[in-house]
């Protein structure tokens, strides 16, 4: 995308049809590092890459509780992000007051869509330069969508947003189609799985990512650290047992080097950001 | 001529007695399960305890829906609260969002009676007593609605430390333990039952301390 005479203002339309001021918006999204999404027929999972500034900072919290039955990964300005989580949360609150119920979460991402579009019809205002994965339980299962910056939503299997996501993208598309029966454990492993395809290369450790889960009768929460190393662990240890056989799948190469830092990597992070819940 | 006043009142009374009692490490909180209006009986089983938070229970009598909408926005407000953060509201916190919420409409009043109990920070119990426009004060006891005239100064006999004035300075907790709080909960509300037409049915007492709520109930006289 190069700069042009159209891309001044979202106000703007390019003789193509284009607004450009959205669709560098969009590319915000992908500047910010990876977050994942995939659900099954009763739960969803949401795991993000956890990114610090630098070594002396705590990471970006990006997963948020927005009620128990509904949660969000966001990617791209986490500001915007936290802002537009404190908004699902209090239209959360509303409806339970108002209707004593649960916001169906197809609801809700409506009308954070119709917000994102206000601010791409106002010529005082700039789009959220932020990309949501919203998962959520209703009375039909589990759901996950993709809010992005433009006002438009998308319902998922499974999905990746941000930097390096196409990896992640890949490994699910090549999964998808049985996550729907998976069970809970399967769920979180393939997440996990998913979230080290974005790292090309980097080992997987536990401090290293996020995970958090919300399903039929699970309350939002997030995995503690331990838990979620033992999910490494176990694929890591697969993984180095056929280390010496002939020609595996992707798993092979990256594996064989994650697989002893692995373990010392498990033991040693428990500083991880006093802000991660 | 005289001037005309309004033949309906947006307020109604539902009657009914709620007692706290705050001990070291542990409340009580009780109330009866009768809602009435006039001289009918509206249910028998109607509970009157709520819990807002793992260490704060709040208990009300007065004008039931007034007391469910303001339930309402204290449930709202402490989801506000945890989201924010991270935790629990602590009693004493919810002591004064409970005011707060009260005064808020000081010119046209939640009808509620309120006492809330639960533990503080340290983990010892503590009761509030509240009046309709959210003056509250902490107390080692309380009791709240149409029993509360029979019922406190009983409380005060048998609780009260001797005098405010006195020197060293006495705790507001209770020193009975939570087995003899429990049993004179019972004895003033079988009192308050016999000669307050708007208590009886079923008393409801919860426990609340440091590892949870135990809920226990006893019949009451239903005449």
Wanted: hydrophobic share 35%.
């Amino acid at each position: 995308m190069f700069r042009n005479q159209y891309d001044t203002d979202v106000t703007t339309w390019s003789p193509t049809g284009r607004l450009f001021q959205v669709e560098y918006a969009m590319e915000a999204v992908k500047q910010g590092s990876a977050a994942i999404g995939l659900r099954s027929r009763s739960h969803v999972v949401l795991a993000c890459v956890n990114k610090a500034q630098s070594e002396l900072s705590s990471h970006q919290k990006k997963i948020f509780k927005v009620d128990d039955h509904i949660g969000v990964a966001i990617a791209g300005l986490t500001a915007d992000g936290r802002v537009l989580s404190r908004y699902m949360r209090s239209e959360s609150i509303n409806h339970s007051f108002t209707y004593e119920s649960p916001l169906p979460v197809g609801r809700l991402v409506v009308h954070l869509a119709d917000k994102a579009q206000v601010c791409t019809q106002r010529s005082w205002k700039r789009p959220y330069g932020v990309g949501l994965l919203v998962g959520g339980l209703d009375e039909s299962g589990a759901h996950l969508y993709y809010n992005c910056p433009s006002g438009s939503y998308f319902e998922y299997q499974a999905f990746a947003i941000g930097s390096r996501s196409q990896a992640a993208k890949t490994y699910l598309e090549r999964r998808f189609e049985s996550f729907g029966d998976s069970s809970r454990e399967d769920l979180i492993k393939d997440a996990i799985l998913a979230v080290r395809e974005t790292l090309q290369g980097e080992t997987l450790k536990s401090s290293l990512c996020t995970v958090s889960i919300l399903g039929v009768g699970e309350p939002f929460h997030f995995l503690d650290q331990e838990t979620i190393q033992n999910v490494i662990d176990t694929f890591e240890k697969v993984a180095e047992e056929e280390e010496g056989e002939a020609g595996e799948g992707e798993a092979e190469g990256e594996a064989a080097a994650a697989a002893a830092p692995a373990e010392q990597g498990g033991s040693g992070d428990q500083d991880v950001a006093p802000m991660e819940m | 001529m005289t001037k005309q006043h309004a033949n309906w009142s947006p307020y109604d009374n539902n009657g009914g007695t709620c007692v706290a009692i705050a001990g070291s490490d542990y409340c009580v909180i009780a109330a009866d399960t009768r809602m009435s209006t006039g001289y009918s009986i509206l249910s028998r089983d109607y509970s009157k305890i709520h819990k807002l938070a793992d260490k704060a229970v709040l208990s009300s009598s007065g004008f039931q829906a007034d007391v469910k909408a303001l339930q309402k926005v204290l449930k709202s407000r402490h989801l506000i609260y945890q989201h924010q953060h991270n935790k629990q509201m602590s009693c004493p916190a919810m002591a004064q969002l409970l005011s707060n919420t009260l005064y808020f409409k000081r010119f046209f009043p939640y009808y509620a009676f309120n006492v809330l109990g639960g533990l503080d920070e340290e983990g010892k119990g503590c009761v509030f007593t509240y009046d309709a426009v959210g003056s509250y004060e902490k107390v080692g006891y309380s009791a709240q609605g149409s029993g509360s005239t029979l019922i406190m100064p009983f409380l005060d006999n048998q609780l009260k430390s001797p005098s405010p004035l006195l020197l060293p300075k006495q705790d507001s907790i209770t020193p009975l333990s939570e087995s003899e709080a429990v049993d004179l909960v019972k004895t003033v509300f079988a009192s308050a039952t016999e000669r307050d037409i708007y208590t009886g049915d079923k008393l409801e007492i919860m426990i609340l301390k440091a590892d949870g709520i135990k809920t226990e109930v006893m019949e009451l006289r239903k005449d």
